[in-house]
């Protein structure tokens, strides 16, 4: 360092406001796991349904609960918590409206928890899809308004920083961690917008009997509108850490600052308008605008081929730093015994295998072969429950340390746990890939649907192994966190944990200008999404028919 | 401002780098990516459009609430399966909680059948085994899709959508009968 940067030093109460968001996120992660496990044991026969029934009343219920706790709630409020610290943290400033953000947060705790009373109560048992005419409590839709307005409230809190920053930084590049934070959040708002218009137009005026029907083909549209761009929402932030974080933690330095904004701005410009790759087999669509989807899902798998590229290239540079020599020697050198760098390290293997399993889903006529079969259950467990959860994992085993001040309890335990996650997914996901390939269904309790054939019984008996090791997995997690957010092992002050934040190969500032700006590619990305879903929307508006009562 | 001179360490692509925004290797991998997916792209265009491996498409709107009671999904159960030419048929079916309206099919070897697919409750699913026939099933719409039946044999169809509480026991069959010679 020729000049050393002054560092922001985060307070207190801003480490226990992201904190706080962690303990919701683990918490539900808690919960939801649990029902993980259960559904795989019942695959193979081992139905444990009837112990929990006082509670739980069936396996869709669990169900619902398993798909909303992890997937919506985990994800959510881990990732505004840790996009907060990546902005305060980047833009080396307070956020400037910090009140601001509070209200997004607990409006964001109070839809929990108004989402948590109908599941609860079996009154919401319609699966994290809410694909209607199934039709939940109205309280359910009214908490999933809260959540997302709750975050998108939050989210305004980043932008308004942003701006503040950029009025003190004129001409400067915006930090790299802070600027796919920013990122992550606009894709958000923007991807939103589908579940919110489809929840407020007809969901919810139709749940409190305002109106008698809905059209469940407009709100599937309205749905998948969300729902794709919602997995790169989960995904950026992990790619954030290893683009952005992850070199520093194995040593190196990120290879190419550019690249990586150039990613971001592509998932942004291109991860809303394919929504209809999840509607291959739906009627109601033209197959010329299925296929248009098609071939943009193609193209926002760009901006992820570039990720494998930079991302290996860093980790090479670190690896090589730490002389690991010949074609392989450089992973070997990593730092497998930090069990934040294995964790990510382990997440990003498996997401090869997700991305390539992504590529086949995408591809139009194949997807027959594919939608909504075990499949498809395997494959996102490749990708939200590994390559999404190994990675906050992995992320949580500096950041709890970092927020709480106290030693991450039993580091080697942590590094198993990372391990243990691993070997269980590539067991239970292996197995699902297969049953889908057998015409297995997903949403549906194997074990006790009649049409199962003997030829599937190994393959079903590998589903519940695979969950066995994974139920150890979540619980070491979980035990590993509280034990280390409730010690009083204190670091010392020599070994206060820092935020890793990667320095680039290159100088930020060297990077193009227009990899830095946010107009162009904000017009950019409405356009496209006018374009992509514009008239098939149009056509669909104007033939509406309210034609299904609730059920 | 950022350290200037790069590490003693690191490896030649930081050298080239001087040039542009993008490094050498990266350029290439760069261009291998967007030909692999363009073929990608191209490949299942081509399979779609010009081979007619299909996927389902817009093909026309009902009302859930009396659709069973027309025709021609109202001839649904005495007369399941239609021969419209030879060896070319049609099925107009129902799902609904939790059962497919015809539930048992039986064409011969070598037929070719259309099925014409509607709910009159919530979504479901219909996928028949080995072949492939795979719809999402939506109150209001009506699901078209073709098959060919080479092989005789009994192909279950399954419900692989959320439907309720009886969904994982919501399947027929279909019953492919050996030809005559
Ligand atoms: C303890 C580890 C886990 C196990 C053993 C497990 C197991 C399962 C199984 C067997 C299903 C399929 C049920 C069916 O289709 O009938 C399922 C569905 C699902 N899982 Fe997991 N899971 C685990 C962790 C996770 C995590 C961490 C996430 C996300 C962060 C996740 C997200 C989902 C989602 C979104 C579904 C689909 C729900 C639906 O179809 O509505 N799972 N899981
Ligand atoms: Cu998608
Ligand atoms: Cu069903």
């Given amino acids: ?551 | 401002m950022t350290d200037e001179t790069s590490s003693a360490g690191s490896p030649g692509p930081a050298e080239t780098h001087e040039e542009g925004w993008i490094d050498p290797t990266e350029r290439n991998w760069f261009r291998f990516s967007i030909v692999l997916l363009v073929a990608f792209a191209v490949a299942v265009g081509v399979a779609g459009f010009a081979l007619g491996f299909q996927v389902p498409g817009d093909e026309a709107r009902v009302d859930p609430r009396t659709v069973a009671d027309e025709a021609p999904w109202s001839d649904r159960i005495d007369n399941p399966v239609r021969e419209v030419a030879p060896g070319e048929y049609v099925v107009y079916m129902i799902a609904r909680q939790f059962r497919y309206e015809p539930n048992t099919i039986t064409v011969p070897e070598g037929s070719t059948i259309t099925f014409y697919v509607t709910s009159i409750d919530v979504q479901h699913g219909l996928k028949i085994q080995d072949t492939n026939i795979n719809l999402q099933i939506v109150p209001g719409q009506v699901s078209k899709l073709t098959t060919t039946l080479d092989k005789a044999g009994t192909y279950p169809f399954i419900c692989h959508e959320f439907c309720g509480l009886g969904h994982a026991g919501m399947f027929g069959t279909l019953t492919v009968e050996a030809g005559e010679g």
């Fill in chain 1, 1 to 551: 360092m020729l000049i050393t940067e002054p560092t922001y030093q985060v307070t207190k109460e801003e480490k226990r406001f992201i904190g706080l968001h962690l303990f919701f996120a683990i918490l539900a992660l808690s919960i939801g796991s649990l029902f993980g496990p259960l559904q795989a044991f019942q695959y193979s026969g081992l139905d444990l349904y009837p112990y929990i029934e006082p509670i739980f009343k069936s396996y869709y219920q669990g169900l619902t609960l398993h798909g909303v706790l992890n997937a919506l709630v985990w994800t959510t409020f881990f990732i505004t918590g840790f996009l907060t610290l990546t902005i305060i943290k980047g833009l080396k400033r307070p956020l400037v409206y910090p009140t601001l953000n509070k209200v997004g947060f607990w409006t964001m705790v109070v839809g929990l928890v108004t989402t948590a009373i109908p599941l609860l109560l079996d009154e919401a048992t319609v699966l994290y899809t809410f694909y209607p005419p199934l039709q939940a409590s109205s309280l359910f839709y009214v908490g999933l308004t809260l959540v997302v307005v709750g975050s998108w409230i939050e989210g305004y809190g980043f932008f308004f920083t942003y701006r503040a920053w950029r009025k003190e930084n004129p001409g400067v590049r915006t930090p790299f961690v802070s600027f796919a934070a920013l990122i992550t959040m606009a894709l958000w708002q923007g991807a939103t917008l589908g579940v919110a218009v489809e929840i407020l137009t007809m969901l919810l005026p139709w749940s409190l009997g305002w109106i008698d029907g809905v059209d469940p083909e407009l709100a599937r549209t309205y749905f998948w509108f969300t729902g794709h761009p919602l997995v790169y929402f989960w995904l950026l932030p992990a790619y954030l850490s290893w683009y952005g974080m992850l070199p520093k933690q194995a040593g190196g330095k990120l290879f190419s600052d550019s690249l990586a904004r150039l990613a971001f701005w592509l998932f942004l410009l291109l991860s809303i308008p394919v929504g209809f790759h999840h509607q291959f087999t739906d009627p109601g669509i033209p197959q010329g605008w299925k296929y248009i989807h098609a071939a943009l899902t193609y193209g926002v798998a760009f901006p992820s081929l570039l990720t494998l590229f930079t991302v290996v290239a860093s980790l090479e540079l670190a690896g090589r730093k730490r002389g690991g020599k010949g074609l392989f020697g450089w992973v070997r050198a990593l730092p497998w015994g930090d069990p934040s760098v294995s964790a990510q390290l382990l997440a990003g293997i498996l997401f090869i295998f997700g991305g390539i399993g992504g590529i086949t889903n995408a591809s139009y006529n194949v997807n027959l072969v594919v939608h909504n079969t075990a499949w498809i259950v395997g494959h996102f467990h490749l990708t939200v429950a590994t390559a999404v959860t190994l990675s906050f994992m992995g992320i949580s085993y500096w950041l709890v340390p970092y927020l709480t001040g106290n030693r991450l309890w039993k580091p080697k335990w942590a590094v198993a746990q990372g391990w243990i996650w691993f070997v269980g997914m590539i067991i239970f996901s292996n197995a699902m890939h297969v049953l889908g390939l057998l015409g297995a269904p997903r949403r549906t309790p194997l074990g006790s649907a009649p049409y199962v054939p003997e030829e599937w019984s190994g393959h079903l008996f590998r589903v519940s192994f695979g969950g066995a090791i994974l139920l150890v997995g979540v619980i070491l997690y979980v035990v590993i966190m509280v034990r280390t957010a409730w010690s009083k092992d204190k670091l010392g002050p020599d070994e206060q944990v820092e935020v890793p934040i990667a320095e680039a190969l290159h100088d930020p500032q060297r990077t193009p200008a227009f990899l830095d700006r946010w107009r162009p590619w904000l017009i950019a990305t409405v356009a496209l999404i006018l374009i992509g879903y514009g008239p098939q929307l149009l056509d669909m508006l104007l033939n509406i028919q309210l034609t299904s009562p609730g059920f």
